[in-house]
């Protein structure tokens, strides 16, 4: 017994004193790369830095993956400017370290800021400068900065501009567009990807590219199949959208009493052919505890217009539900943004500024999308199967209206034409133990499973941004297209192909990787 704990100890010095010696030649590396721009900040932080856990725990959005056992980056870097960027992937490549490359951190499998082999982190979190034109109706953004900040600095120029991207204020540009992203104007406009009208990339050998430089299939690439994959994108041209001066949003809860499952059915009928100025998703959430425990479904809108627009077109439309006056608020679009963050009605814009997200918690998601509603007795089965978990959501997100008209092709995200509905599973909870997590991972895997009929087939079909690890994952330093294809095509459907294509002329050795990156179609070329 105590040879064995004298070889461990004498292990742990080895791996200690590697480590070591990697991070000095790392950052001798970096130094001889820097400029005198950089000499003046401290961009590099090691373990031993008093800051490194701040950094490191700072944007981590799932805390199931804080613990003694998750493999830690030997450096953070937070650079300032694109030169140090290039200068951590020239001294990545020569030291055989990987790099993680984090905006928000709300890769939903921790995939920004975690590795199985060596690795580095470079966090965005110093580029987020937002520069809007209004004459052309455009803004560039960087990385780094999120939606919340981006909506905000809308607001500061203009009550008749808006964004297509998600409903959470704290997720990050970069990963965002880079998986497609979506929201309340979905069915107005489609998904942020398809605003995106150029891009800075700095690729596998350091070169900035933007879209002239880079081509148009690496610019179709990035634009929702996984920018991670391509390079380290440091900005993003949008297409700003047009919103009204007064938008309406509501919230109706609806209990089981009140005929909540009749109407989730009912909804699955017309959700998708809304006039597409109206927007109602679905949460389905458990509620109470002991035999006070039951099912809510709260039916969540904006409606690009007013309410006495709005009460016409839902008695028409949706009269089941039987919306009113009093049940609606009028906003500002940007004032919309913040209600659907989860904050109270009159919160102040500010809080889209706050980079602490609410509802923080260890947890499990997966998706699917829905071409056909789902019959009622197969309703019934869910709201029983979210009675067993004390925090457990599904969120249904209806497409149609722009949706339908885009072709799959015209980005990576291909889920268009056909489908009624997104849903988004997730089951929270609070203590971080393996055996608390893997209760609750069970319990989702089998919701997935009893699901299966009633979703999307050949493939089963999954949205990149809700990352699920469960689907697949990639050899890391020989991914092979064969077997990354039983997640991809889910993703992706037959848009995996040509991303794989794409990867085999701009990153043929493989050098941006994780678990789910897309590998180069056929033999990997190593650098």
């Not at 966090?123 to 900040?149: F, H, P």
Request: charged share 20%.
């Amino acid at each position: 017994m105590r040879h064995i704990v004298l070889v461990s100890l004498l292990l742990l010095l080895v791996s200690r004193e590697t480590s070591s010696s990697i991070q000095e030649d790392f950052m001798h590396c970096m130094s001889t790369q820097f400029g005198e721009y950089t000499r003046s900040f401290e961009i590099i932080f090691n373990q031993d830095s008093s800051l490194y856990s701040y950094i490191l725990q700072s944007s981590v959005q799932n805390p199931r993956y804080l613990n003694a056992t998750t493999p830690k980056p030997l450096l953070i870097i937070t650079p300032f400017h694109e030169s140090e960027i290039q200068a951590a992937v020239f001294c990545s490549k020569n030291h055989d370290l990987q790099i993680r490359v984090r905006s928000g951190g709300h890769d939903y499998e921790g995939l920004s800021y975690l590795c199985r082999t060596p690795f580095i982190i470079i966090d965005l979190i110093n580029m987020r400068s937002i520069e809007i034109n209004l004459e052309d109706e455009t803004a560039w953004v960087q990385s780094g900065a999120n939606l919340g900040e981006l909506y905000y600095a809308l607001a500061m120029k203009s009550l008749v501009h808006g964004f297509p991207a998600g409903l959470c204020p704290t997720v990050g540009i970069g990963g965002h567009l880079g998986g497609g992203g979506f929201g309340t104007l979905l069915r107005k406009y489609g998904l942020a990807a398809d605003q995106v009208v150029d891009a800075y990339l700095i690729d596998v050998n350091g070169r900035i590219l933007d879209r002239r430089a880079m081509g148009e299939d690496l610019f179709w690439a990035i634009r929702g199949g996984g920018g991670s994959s391509f390079g380290i994108i440091l900005s993003w041209k949008i297409k700003l959208v047009r919103v009204p001066e007064t938008v309406t949003s509501f919230t109706v809860l609806k209990t089981l009493e009140q005929g909540a499952l009749e109407l989730v059915h009912r909804w699955q009928y017309i959700a998708p052919k809304f006039h597409e100025d109206l927007f109602i998703r679905i949460l389905i959430v458990h509620v109470g505890n002991g035999d006070q425990k039951t099912i809510h479904a709260n039916f969540n809108s904006l409606f690009l217009g007013k309410i006495d627009r709005l009460i016409p077109l839902m008695n028409q439309s949706f009269p089941e539900l039987g919306l009113r006056a009093e049940d609606c608020t009028e906003m500002s679009w940007v004032e919309s943004t913040v209600y659907f963050a989860g904050f109270s009605k009159g919160s102040p814009l500010e809080m889209l500024l706050d980079k602490k997200q609410l509802f923080k918690s260890m947890f499990k998601a997966k998706s699917d999308f829905v071409t056909e509603p789902i019959p009622f007795h197969a309703l019934e089965g869910i709201w029983g199967r979210l009675l067993e978990e004390e925090m457990a959501i599904m969120i249904m997100d209806p497409f149609g209206g722009k949706m339908n008209e885009i072709l799959e092709s015209e980005v990576p995200f291909p889920h268009r034409n056909g489908v009624l509905y997104n849903i988004q599973y997730m089951v929270k909870w609070e203590a971080n133990g393996v055996m608390a997590s893997n209760r609750h991972i069970h319990w989702i895997r089998s919701l997935y499973k009893y699901m299966a009929p009633y979703v999307s087939r050949s493939p089963r079909a999954a949205y990149i941004n809700y990352r699920d690890l469960d689907l697949g994952t990639n050899k890391l330093q020989n991914a092979s297209y064969s077997e990354a294809a039983a997640w991809g095509i889910k993703y992706f459907k037959s848009n995996f192909k040509r991303l794989a294509l794409v990867k085999s002329k701009v990153d043929p050795g493989n050098f941006f990787r994780n678990e789910q990156s897309i590998p180069p179609f056929g033999e990997i070329k190593h650098l």
